[in-house]
């Protein structure tokens, strides 16, 4: 499955729009990860356990976003954004959301090869 942020591939054409395509995670932080990330902020440096749960949060979205995809039939999913967000009354969860547009493509030189 293609995924990209652009609305075209290069060499390739779109020759049918499914639909808009999405997926979501929702990671909750827990007391121990806020305790060391606190510490972090003070010290400086970058909090490696927050960096890691954006990163599988991306995954999780991404990867649902390409599962309604596929059932959907498609080979590709143009004009990708992603969102991140804080939830919860204090901000103690993440959400990263994903979407898309569903499509099928193929080669652009695929239909004269057909010849």
């Not at 020759?15 to 827990?30: D, H, L, R």
């Not at 080979?75 to 103690?92: H, K, P, Q, R």
Request: glycine residues 12%; charged residues 25%.
């Amino acid at each position: 499955m293609i995924v990209v942020t652009t609305n075209e591939l290069e060499g390739k054409r779109v020759v049918k729009y499914i639909g808009i395509v999405t997926g979501e995670a929702i990671i909750g932080a827990n007391i121990v990860k806020d305790f060391f990330a606190g510490i972090r902020d003070i010290v400086g440096g970058r909090s490696g356990s927050y960096e890691e749960g954006l990163r599988e949060a991306k995954d999780i979205a991404l990867r649902e976003m390409q599962e309604q995809a596929a059932r959907l039939g498609a080979n590709a999913v143009l004009g990708v954004d992603l969102d991140y967000e804080t939830l919860g009354s204090n901000g103690s969860m993440l959400m990263v959301s994903s979407s898309g547009t569903a499509v099928i493509v193929e080669d652009r030189a695929a239909p004269e090869q057909a010849r």
